[in-house]
């Protein structure tokens, strides 16, 4: 929305003074393909649209800088925490750029602008980093009284710009917000409910957690928010090997599915993740040893706590961004940049002074940045020589078909790669069942479909065990398991619920009688 009322403005303003915003140029094509125009500059959307993701990433670099020298509070570490994320590999940074540029991924980039319904599952992990740090002592409580306010404003906000769309109340997000509040407020009378101070501590988590659950359940219930999939319910179906349809559309998907083995490995090759391992060892170690003196000497070190927040806080999101990175390989796109800032650390004197009291801290950078640069050079040229065209006939083909021979009010209906409403999914995809063409048919009927478009590939599309479209269905609908695929029948003759009327080497466009 943001970009699209930058793109408008821009070309208001451009047209307004006459002034040329794109170029264009006629492209000719080898036979059977026409000639088709092509265009570059501001002007066009795509080259816009493009343009301000590139501009998006840079400012993700000035953040890296600006986190950088929070942490290590010198201007020092920016440098090291920028080069370990220029240097990884396409497969590690691909998650963190180009994912703008696709309409299943785009939606999931939270950094450097949260601003959609998906970014709960990030803002609900800070609140859950923030809240045992407020319990245990690191942040005082006004201070985070003021970040809970704050972030209840933003549940507001984003509730109206989104059109009073409420799924965003009733996520976890928000209820963990309601139950910090209440524990805030009530903290002197859960305070009497402990004997001791680990006691306390014990007694607020379990509160926030189980408080937290129950009232997301209830506002899903008084909202009536139930068609929709969210984060929670995917991890739920990796740990207890729970399966539906719903869960298996995502999970089957390469992206959700569990990271590849070969990441850890890149990570290793540019030292970000020795280095990465070694910070986080000596946190948790200085964490651990902090709050035993603490629990054992009553509030003594207090202070001390408090001046180490900000590593307990990037700490703790790393660990949660790791967690959902392996049981979900598409949200390594939070892991990377995470771990290129944690990496500024090895500057820390506060964690590797007894290294820099015998070695010279800057050939210990140097001595890193050397050893990145080394597999980044081969990381950057592999990505340069990526050199190629987009090239989709059949695609073309089908829109060239809706363009010309589809009314603008006509509805066409087809396989999508990341659903999102679970009822109108599993409608959509019944093509893909052993569903009888007439119920199917009715169903596609109640959405006032006039065209559905098939794709027969996924009529025999297997990505691994259990994940063929029939193969779901058989889960979903055991019912029908006998009888014969649907998709193959309409294959060989859609009569008489439908009616062939597009086909080529991919797609198959069926009316709907």
Request: some cysteine; glycine content about 4%; hydrophobic content about 45%.
């Amino acid at each position: 929305v943001i970009i699209a009322s930058c793109y408008r403005t821009l070309m208001g303003i451009m047209n307004l003074f006459g002034l040329e915003t794109k170029t264009c140029w006629n492209v000719t094509r080898l036979e059977p393909l026409n000639e088709i125009q092509s265009c570059e500059g501001l002007g066009d959307p795509a080259c816009f649209y493009v343009g301000v993701i590139f501009i998006l990433n840079g400012v993700m670099m000035g953040l890296f800088f600006i986190y950088s020298t929070y942490l290590r509070k010198v201007t020092r570490a920016n440098k090291l925490s920028q080069q370990s994320y220029r240097v990884q590999d396409q497969h590690a940074k691909i998650s963190c750029i180009s994912i703008y540029c696709t309409e299943q991924f785009r939606k999931e980039m939270k950094k450097p602008i949260l601003f959609k319904i998906a970014s709960e599952r990030i803002t609900y992990l800070r609140i859950a980093s923030l809240f045992p740090m407020y319990v245990v002592g690191y942040i005082e409580s006004y201070k985070f009284q003021k970040i809970i306010y704050m972030n209840m404003i933003s549940v507001l906000l984003c509730f109206i710009l989104m059109f009073g769309n409420p799924m965003y109340l009733s996520s976890y997000y928000s209820s963990s917000l309601l139950m910090t509040w209440v524990i805030i407020l009530k903290r002197t009378k859960i305070q009497r409910l402990g004997a001791s101070e680990l006691n306390f501590w014990l007694i607020q988590g379990c509160i926030w957690w189980l408080g937290t659950i129950i009232l997301k359940f209830l506002t899903s219930k008084i909202l009536g928010v139930s068609d929709h999939i969210r984060l929670s319910d995917l991890i739920a179906a990796r740990i207890l090997r729970y399966t539906d349809f719903d869960t298996l559309i995502y999970t089957c998907a390469p992206e959700f599915d569990f990271m590849e083995k070969a990441t850890p490995l890149r990570y290793t090759k540019t030292l970000l993740l020795p280095v990465v391992v070694v910070i986080t060892y000596l946190i948790f170690k200085k964490i651990v040893r902090d709050i035993l003196c603490v629990l054992s000497k009553n509030t003594y070190l207090r202070k001390q706590l408090l001046e180490n927040g900000e590593l307990v806080f990037h700490t703790l999101q790393l660990v949660a961004f790791t967690a959902l990175a392996i049981l979900i390989m598409k949200l390594k796109m939070f892991l990377t940049p995470h771990m290129c800032i944690m990496a500024s650390l090895i500057c820390s004197r506060r964690l590797f002074g007894w290294l820099f009291s015998r070695v010279r801290f800057e050939n210990v950078i140097f001595g890193i940045l050397t050893v990145m640069s080394i597999q980044g050079c081969i990381n950057l040229h592999n990505q340069w020589s990526i050199i190629g065209e987009f090239n989709n006939l059949p695609q073309e083909e089908l829109i060239q078909w809706i363009k010309y021979y589809t009314r603008p009010g006509n509805q066409l209906f087809g396989y999508i790669c990341i659903p999102t409403f679970r009822a109108r999914t599993k409608i959509v995809y019944s093509a893909y069942s052993r569903k009888s063409a007439r119920e199917v048919r009715d169903k596609l009927l109640e959405l006032h479909v006039n065209y559905y478009i098939l794709e027969e590939a996924w009529c025999v599309v297997r990505t691994k065990p259990g994940c063929s479209m029939l193969e779901i269905w058989d889960v979903e609908d055991p019912s029908n398991a006998a009888n014969p695929s649907l998709c193959s029948i309409l294959l060989k003759d859609a009569r008489p619920y439908f009616t062939t009327v597009f086909q080529n080497s991919m797609y198959r466009v069926l009316k709907v009688n």
